[in-house]
């Protein structure tokens, strides 16, 4: 279990742009008898973002910090690193946040950073996932929650959820359908790594000769 303090839950910081239906999805499932973690602060780069009115409905602390107010990104990512840190997260998820990343961010939350990506990872990093997996005539699409890493859109996926496109199928109806399926998967992904379940690691070669828990496998190469 990460953090033995706060009750033994898990301390977690949610950055987002707009709406924020999986800040809500993850705000319900802290809310739950079985929950392993707590939200301690909502950041949006946004004013006037919907996600900190549900922040503020739910009695967590709400704050913008617009990038327009920063004359690169370097110095919002310093200011944005400088808020999250004042409230003692154990981890960092990205909730329909729509800014890229600088590096000394990626860095100085690494293996405790999560994002929620509409698609099915590798295929479709960036925006407009639901119009080009329609435009391509693609039959499966979907979400995945990933470590953020530098690249964008490239880290280790942790869960995906598959949606079958239908025919007459547009980007909102489809955009509908994917953001059910997170609503499941991102306080899934949440759970496991407040339960200790998760570690990010940079180079595989680390996991030689460890041995899988649940099936007693030992990784070989
Ligand atoms: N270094 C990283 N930064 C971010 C990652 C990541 O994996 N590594 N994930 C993204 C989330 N994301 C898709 O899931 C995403 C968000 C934003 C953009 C983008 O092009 N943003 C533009 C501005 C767009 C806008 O304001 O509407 C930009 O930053 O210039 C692409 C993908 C979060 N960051
Ligand atoms: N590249 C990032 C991205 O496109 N994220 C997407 O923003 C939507 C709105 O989320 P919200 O309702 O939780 O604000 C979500 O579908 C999420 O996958």
Known sequence: ????????????????????????????AAAGEDAVFSICAVISNKPGAYGLTRAGDAGIA?????????????????????????HTPDLVVLAGFMRILTPEFVRHFSGRLLNIHPSLLPKYQGLHTHARALEAGDREHGATVHFVTEELDGGPAIIQAVVLVEAGDTPDSLAGRVQRQEHVIYPLAVRWFAEGRLRM??????LDGELLPRSGHRIQG
């Open 1 to 28: 279990m990460v953090r033995a303090q706060n009750g033994g839950k898990c301390r977690v910081a949610v950055l987002i742009s707009g709406s924020g239906t999986n800040l809500q999805a993850l705000i319900d």
């Open 201 to 206: 690691v940079e180079d595989r070669s680390e």
């Open 62 to 86: 709400a704050v913008t910090i617009n990038h327009r107010d920063y004359s690169d990104r370097e110095t919002f990512d310093r200011a944005l690193i400088e808020e999250i840190d004042c």
